[in-house]
């Protein structure tokens, strides 16, 4: 079943679910509104989608634009923390943030742990970043090979049970990419919209490439919050809803120079401005 209909199932169960148990909503919210600030987990590993800016050491990009409106929209002041695919669980689950905007897609297992607000706002699968000359040209040519990924990321599972790679975990997608670079594997498996702008753009990366067509578990991406939260996943949904209806989200993909741009985000502009 593909990931978003995989999704819409989740949500389907997790709303049903929430509306059962409204006497419980979350404190959350409250909490939030309360002290005038939301804080956000952003996954900041130096792609558009998510830096530090060398001038301010503020987080940029598009997870950060995304948390900072949210707040925005929330009538609250936004607090950014940085996370790591091999935290981000952790910090939500132990309340050190309480949103995640953190490149971090939906899959069965993560919905188990967590909550989310079932409408995504976009939707990113995995490639590799290979040298020129390896010869790689499909997933199952990395079948025996060292590829190098980031610790917690969804890719390891299927790189090693359907493709039979032999996957070297690092704490950040910069440490993999680094040790690609040392010769510490022969690629490289991260977000496409990390990937493709790297060896695309970079005059470092001119000896790599990103040649195999197909991405690895492409999947939606959603916010995500402590599992239960029904008053926050609500107010979070809303919002969502409101990016796609006013296609805030294809402005703010179109101003930070994302390509190829992401068709899902017109999919859902158009199914919600209808819907109004």
Known sequence: MPALSLLRTAAVAALSCLTLNAAWADATLD?????GKVSIGVLVGGSLFGSIDPVTQQPVGWNPDLARDLAKRLGVEAELV?????NRVQFLQQGKVDLLIASMEYNPERGELL??????FYRVGGTAAVLKRSGIAKWED???????????????????EQYGAQVRGFKTSAESLLALRGGQCV?????????????????EW????????????P????VWTRKGEADTIAAVDKIVQEWHRSGWLIATEKRLGITPPQPLLPELHARFKNAS
């Open 115 to 120: 909550g989310f607000a079932p409408t995504p």
């Open 82 to 86: 940085p996370v790591q695919p091999s």
């Open 31 to 35: 909490r939030v509104k309360q002290r």
């Open 206 to 217: 001119t000896d790599y490439a990103a040649p195999i067509p197909t991405e690895i578990l």
């Open 187 to 203: 690629a490289a498996v991260h977000d496409a919209t990390l990937i493709h702008p790297l060896v695309r753009s970079n005059a």
């Open 219 to 222: 999947a939606p991406s959603v």
């Open 142 to 160: 990395l079948r025996g090979k060292t590829v190098c990924a980031s610790q917690g990321s969804s890719y390891v599972k299927p790189l090693q």
